[in-house]
């Protein structure tokens, strides 16, 4: 029995092989752009309340969900695929530098 998917593999390892790759970025949401920040309501900073036995101490804190500046950045998942080229007697755990791309996507698989 032939097996010609088997055969088509093993010969591209050896030529090196072009393979496709899914990836997920997160990108900011040109479309929804800068927002105020809900957390502290574009403050930059948040009322923290201790409680110290019977006192009760407000202490203001940078925002850390928007680092202080008031303004978060909608972001959405996109989902793109690279053509990788698998260069000639690469090893399976092959490491593929995306360096153009930043911030540095994951693969999916
Ligand atoms: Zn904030």
Redesign the pocket.
């Known amino acids: 029995m032939v097996h010609p998917l088997k055969a088509r593999r093993s010969a591209g390892r050896r030529q090196g092989a072009t393979r496709s790759l899914r990836l997920t970025r997160k990108v900011i949401d040109r479309q929804r752009g800068v927002e105020t920040?809900s957390?502290?309501h574009?403050?930059?900073a948040?009322i923290q309340t201790i409680r110290m036995g019977p006192m009760i101490q407000q202490v203001q804190k940078t925002?850390e969900?928007?680092?202080?500046?008031?303004q978060?950045f909608r972001q959405s998942k996109q989902q793109e695929t690279l053509d990788v080229h698998i260069p000639k007697g690469a090893p399976d755990q092959h490491k593929i530098n995306f360096s153009e791309k930043a911030p540095a996507p994951r693969p999916l698989a």
Do not use: D, L, N, W
Not at 65 to 70: A, K, P, Q, W
């Open positions: 920040c957390a502290c574009g403050q930059g948040r925002c969900v928007c680092g202080g500046t008031g978060t």
